[in-house]
């Protein structure tokens, strides 16, 4: 899929056809029962994913990285890997992060949405 990075302290992202909010900062909330959220990372150990072929497939990427690795989970880096490889064309991936990926004092997520999704800078 692919990669889209951004760094906004505030944010809105919504649906460009429905135009369903998924997640704004002004509301400090994420719609998880938005029909275009896919899935989303606001921690690595405990993702939300609606979607059913992604949560069973992360799922066996983890536990097989798991028993590779000592019982250590993916990283960030490993996320991104497996984002960028996995084959949705009618998905994207949109990282907002401040700072450092997922690094102490740091804001990072990282949502799967339909392609059809907007971000936008806020005030």
């Excluded at 505030?10 to 938005?34: F, P, R, V």
């Excluded at 069973?56 to 993916?74: A, F, H, L, Q, T």
């Excluded at 497996?82 to 949705?88: F, G, H, K, P």
């Amino acid at each position: 899929m692919e990669i889209n990075r951004y760094a906004f302290e505030s944010y809105k992202m919504y649906d460009s056809k429905t135009n369903d909010i998924i997640a704004s900062t002004l509301d400090q909330d994420i719609n998880e029962d938005a029909d275009s959220l896919i899935a989303y990372w606001a921690n690595l150990e405990e993702p939300i994913i609606n979607d059913e072929d992604l949560l069973e497939d992360w799922g066996k990427i983890v536990s097989k990285y798991m028993k590779e690795n000592y019982e250590e989970r993916p990283d960030y880096d490993d996320l991104i890997n497996y984002l960028q490889n996995y084959n949705n064309p009618n998905w994207i991936v949109i990282e907002n992060s401040t700072g450092l990926a997922f690094a102490p004092g740091s804001d990072t997520i990282i949502f799967v949405v339909d392609k059809d999704v907007i971000i936008e800078e806020t005030d």
